[in-house]
């Protein structure tokens, strides 16, 4: 064929209309934009939004409108044609062709999936109650808006960052929760014991209530509704509550790729480059196990992205390596940052400063003068700094005295200690 000829549009097929999915394509639109004809299946009924700031719309500082990324006008002026609404039920590899549960089928020359996760429900007696929510798309915040109209009492089952999100954004509508945590401290993947109490403090000063180290044993319930909690401790004691929400952790969703027979541990297993064990289906975002892990936030998901769009658009000069990852946090107005391994170790050495009136405290782990862990409660704006110091091995040993201080201290002693911008 002629160079000069056109090339015929190839069939891609994306099946997931989230954050992951669609910073795919936008990614692949700015790299090859005549390459391909796009068909996107969406399960939820709208168009596309930000997942990430559910929270704000819970709590009623956003509205749904606010938060969503792009209109159907926008998947017109693309060329893409969008299903929303409409789960893919069956994938068909031998006839390259996805079936969608309205009977619709759709072929393809590549495929991606990006079906994200689904909340897990622990499965105590009670858990399909009427009032038993979790919280991952916009129907469960519309389900917890509603549950809030009259009052009364919610119990959030989960202390990390979903959990107390959550929480708060009900006690702003008006009810009275209780945070229920298995563990003896709140975050405890974020958060090292100090900043965890530091934040409890605070919750518990805006209003929250707490049980911690408390275990479920049901939820109760009359006429097929929520009337309470029941634990299992000693007295088998119970609280009262409207609503339940599960906010315990999420699962890749990985169904329809293992019923296509793809290969998959945690999640869908996937390549450097974003492929799965079969070269024409690619997939991003939490529905993917990349050399053993999976990841839940933004950053590592852009980073997916972006090498999945440049080898979908025939530029396959990157991978993905995997992802150092760091948090930014922040929870009814409390900032927080914790990035790489803060515990303690026999060949590690901790640096911490505390002013505990001020809510400011600050640890930061050394192993052979290179930092290995970060946490930052209430004054973060090194966070950053501190994190490509780590990414880039930076030693150390010069500065030591003054890193708890944070970057201005540092680089006004030597500007040249700023990482290279490789590193950042």
């Known amino acids: 064929m002629s160079n000069n000829q056109p090339q015929k549009k190839l069939d891609l097929v994306i099946i997931g209309n989230g954050m992951a999915g669609l910073r795919t394509v936008e990614d692949l639109l700015a790299a090859a934009p005549e390459r391909y004809n796009i068909t996107v299946f969406g399960a939820e009924p709208h168009a596309s939004y930000n997942r990430i700031m559910l929270s704000p719309v819970l709590a009623g500082d956003k509205a749904f409108v606010d938060i969503q990324t792009h209109d159907r006008d926008w998947y017109v002026e693309q060329g893409i044609t969008l299903h929303t609404g409409e789960a893919v039920t069956s994938i068909d590899r031998r006839r390259r062709m996805v079936v969608s549960e309205s009977g619709r089928e759709v072929g393809y020359d590549r495929l991606l999936l990006a079906t994200g996760s689904r909340p897990f429900i622990i499965p105590v007696p009670g858990h399909d109650l009427d009032g038993v929510i979790s919280f991952r798309d916009i129907s469960d915040v519309d389900r917890m808006v509603k549950a809030s109209e009259n009052g009364g009492q919610a119990v959030v089952i989960g202390g990390g960052l979903l959990g107390l999100e959550a929480a708060y954004g009900l006690h702003k509508r008006g009810m009275q929760v209780t945070i229920v945590h298995l563990m003896g401290t709140l975050m405890e993947r974020q958060l090292d014991?100090?900043?965890?109490?530091?934040?409890?403090?605070?919750?518990?000063q805006r209003g929250l209530s707490f049980r911690m180290k408390a275990e479920t044993a049901e939820i109760v319930g009359q006429n097929g509704k929520v009337t309470g909690l029941r634990f299992k401790d000693a007295d088998k004691s119970l609280i009262d509550a409207e609503?339940?929400?599960?906010?315990?952790?999420?699962?890749?969703?990985?169904?329809?790729?293992?019923?296509?027979?793809?290969?998959?541990?945690?999640?869908?297993?996937?390549?450097?480059?974003?492929?799965?064990?079969?070269?024409?289906?690619?997939?991003v975002g939490e529905c993917v196990e990349h050399r053993s892990s999976v990841y839940g936030l933004v950053a590592p998901l852009w980073d997916q992205a972006r090498v999945c769009a440049n080898h979908l658009?025939?530029?396959?000069?990157?991978?993905?390596?995997?992802?150092?990852?760091?948090?930014?946090?922040?929870?009814?107005?409390?900032?927080?940052?914790?990035?790489?391994?803060?515990?303690?170790?026999?060949?590690?050495?901790?640096?911490?400063?505390?002013?505990?009136?001020?809510?400011?405290?600050k640890r930061i782990v050394l192993r052979d003068n290179h930092i290995?862990?970060?946490?930052?409660?209430?004054?973060?704006?090194?966070?950053?700094?501190?994190?490509?110091?780590?990414?880039?091995?930076?030693?150390?040993?010069?500065?030591?005295?003054?890193?708890?201080?944070?970057?201005?201290?540092?680089?006004?002693?030597d500007p040249t200690q700023s990482p290279t911008r490789e590193a950042a």
Not at 197 to 204: R, V
Not at 381 to 392: P, S, V
């Open 243 to 283: 609503i339940v929400v599960m906010a315990v952790g999420i699962r890749p969703n990985i169904e329809l790729a293992k019923k296509a027979g793809l290969h998959c541990g945690k999640g869908l297993v996937v390549n450097d480059t974003m492929q799965t064990y079969d070269p024409r289906i690619y997939a």
């Open 313 to 361: 658009a025939y530029r396959g000069h990157t991978h993905y390596g995997g992802s150092v990852t760091a948090t930014q946090l922040k929870v009814t107005g409390i900032d927080m940052y914790s990035a790489g391994d803060f515990a303690d170790g026999e060949d590690t050495e901790t640096l911490t400063y505390a002013d505990i009136r001020r809510g400011v405290y």
């Open 193 to 204: 014991p100090t900043a965890a109490q530091l934040l409890q403090h605070s919750l518990a």
């Open 372 to 413: 290995q862990g970060v946490v930052l409660y209430g004054e973060t704006r090194d966070g950053g700094w501190y994190f490509k110091h780590m990414q880039a091995g930076t030693d150390v040993s010069d500065w030591r005295d003054l890193l708890l201080f944070g970057k201005a201290f540092v680089e006004a002693r």
